[in-house]
């Protein structure tokens, strides 16, 4: 089946340790999302790439970064984790239609992140 | 002012209920209205979708917008235990395709 996997689904990272989050689609979709979702709050858009243009969010930290070496994969890494990084990082993927019109995201089971 | 809020929660109803979520917004350049369910330690999926006003019903799902309003809806009839879940609002204007903006979620709970 067409899916969005992610990798690990849990992460436990120390403080201020580099941590790399990974996510794969078999949709061959030209977009990628990642969110960052605290406990019951809204995701929060970080960053996205179409095809290979990065879009970052004006609010994202430099903490995080983000690569997209094909189009399948996509990393999501945290520099220097603080305790409120400490939440689930949702990848997502979808296909922009180029004439406009809907475009479904289609997300993965995410990765819960614990800082210590 | 968030462009989009809606009540968390929780909500708990019995089994064969109707249930009724809400969200507004004040961004009236959205046109296209989303509702995901993510359940526990799962990613949100698409349940349906409006483009712009009016009514749209699946099954046992019904969503509306009323942007006069600036407020969209989700009733879902006959409610299921298997329809526990966090219900997500989320919207995006026609012009910006790639980004949409979520509701904090509402946490429903059906009692059987």
């Known amino acids: 089946d067409a899916m969005v996997i992610q990798n690990p689904r849990y992460q436990v990272t120390q403080f201020g340790k580099p941590v790399t989050l990974s996510c794969s689609q078999t949709?061959?979709?030209?977009?990628m999302y990642w969110y960052q979702q605290k406990s019951s709050q809204a995701p929060k858009l970080l960053f996205h790439?179409?095809?290979?243009?990065?879009?970052n969010e004006a609010d994202t930290p430099d903490n995080f970064q983000s690569r997209r070496p094909n189009t399948s994969f996509c990393f999501l890494d945290i520099r220097s984790p603080g305790l409120g990084d400490a939440a689930m990082y949702l990848c997502?993927?979808?296909?922009?239609?180029?004439?406009?019109?809907?475009?479904?995201?289609?997300f993965g089971p995410g990765t819960r992140l614990t800082v210590l | 002012q968030k462009e989009v809020e809606q009540d968390p929660g929780p909500l708990s109803v019995p089994e064969g209920a109707i249930v009724s979520l809400n969200c507004t917004y004040s961004?009236?350049?959205?046109?296209?209205f989303m509702w995901y369910r993510q359940y526990s330690r799962k990613g949100p999926e698409l349940l349906m979708y409006?483009?712009?006003?009016g009514n749209k019903e699946d099954g046992r799902f019904t969503a509306q917008v009323d942007k006069s309003s600036k407020y969209i809806s989700l009733f879902i009839r006959d409610s299921q235990p298997s329809d526990s879940a966090t219900y997500l609002c989320?919207?995006?204007?026609?012009?910006?395709?790639?980004?949409?903006?979520f509701g904090s979620g509402t946490r429903l709970s059906i009692r059987p």
């Open positions: 997502a993927t979808s296909r922009v239609p180029l004439t406009g019109g809907m475009n479904e995201q289609f």
């Open positions: 949709l061959n979709h030209n977009v």
């Open positions: 790439y179409y095809d290979k243009d990065f879009n």
């Open positions: 961004n009236s350049a959205f046109q296209y």
């Open positions: 409006t483009y712009s006003s």
């Open positions: 989320a919207m995006r204007s026609s012009s910006s395709a790639s980004k949409i903006i």
